[in-house]
């Protein structure tokens, strides 16, 4: 069974920074490409980032490009998403996702003072 | 950017009647390679989204048949044949033809 854990969320002030990570079981982790999607509360689905199953190939949307940062460990069957400059507008729900098939339960991130 | 726009963004549905969300992208969907990158997924309340269709018209695993997906080059759609009290929730389109890009969604409750 695909299972997708993330965390690392919580509660930051703005300018601040947090890493999240998703624990990935059940597949060939490796051999997936992996994204970070985010839901601010009450809204639609915002895509965030996007990393090859190598690691080599890199996209982030333009409202986090700069200041995100997405990896993974191959090894450890883990990706992550460090995010500094945080402002109040990145508040969501940060979900990962196998290519588009699984999804986590995803992890709160608030900005607030 | 591709721009997804679905129409109704809500929609009120007796139990047993059939539903139609329609999803309109900016540029097409199709690409070199034949397919079409166009999904389907559902939020139920308080839960992730998951997968109903993906390339258009194919049912994820363990989607029931009453989901359908139909459509080509920028015109889609949505159909649930028969929406029971299971199915509410809120329904996006997403392209992965360039990044990834959602529709708005459509809100879908029982009467």
């Known amino acids: 069974e695909v299972q997708l854990v993330e965390s690392g969320g919580g509660l930051v002030q703005p300018g601040g920074s947090l890493r999240l990570s998703c624990a990935a079981s059940?597949?060939?982790?490796?051999?997936?490409?992996m994204n970070w999607v985010r839901q601010a509360p009450g809204k639609g689905l915002e895509w965030v980032s996007y990393?090859?199953?190598?690691?080599?190939?890199?996209y982030y949307a333009d409202s986090v490009k700069g200041r995100f940062t997405i990896s993974r460990d191959n090894a450890k069957n883990s990706l992550y998403l460090q995010m500094n400059s945080l402002r109040a507008e990145d508040t969501a729900v940060y979900y990962c996702?196998?290519?588009?098939?699984?999804w986590g339960q995803g992890t709160l991130v608030t900005v607030s003072s | 950017d591709i721009v997804m726009t679905q129409t109704p963004l809500s929609l009120s549905v007796t139990p047993g009647q059939p539903a139609s969300i329609s999803c309109k992208s900016s540029q097409s969907l199709l690409h070199s390679d034949g397919k079409t990158y166009l999904y389907w997924y559902l939020q139920k309340p308080g839960q992730s989204p998951q997968l109903l269709i993906y390339e258009v018209s194919n049912r994820f695993s363990g989607v029931p048949d009453k989901f359908s997906g139909s459509g080509s080059g920028t015109d889609f759609t949505l159909k649930i044949s028969r929406v029971e009290a299971e199915d509410v929730g809120v329904y996006y389109c997403?392209?992965?033809?360039?990044?990834?890009?959602f529709g708005q969604g459509t809100k879908v409750e029982i009467k």
């Open positions: 997403m392209q992965s033809i360039h990044l990834w890009t």
């Open positions: 990393i090859s199953s190598t690691g080599r190939t890199i």
């Open positions: 059940g597949f060939t982790f490796s051999s997936y490409e």
């Open positions: 996702a196998m290519r588009g098939d699984y």
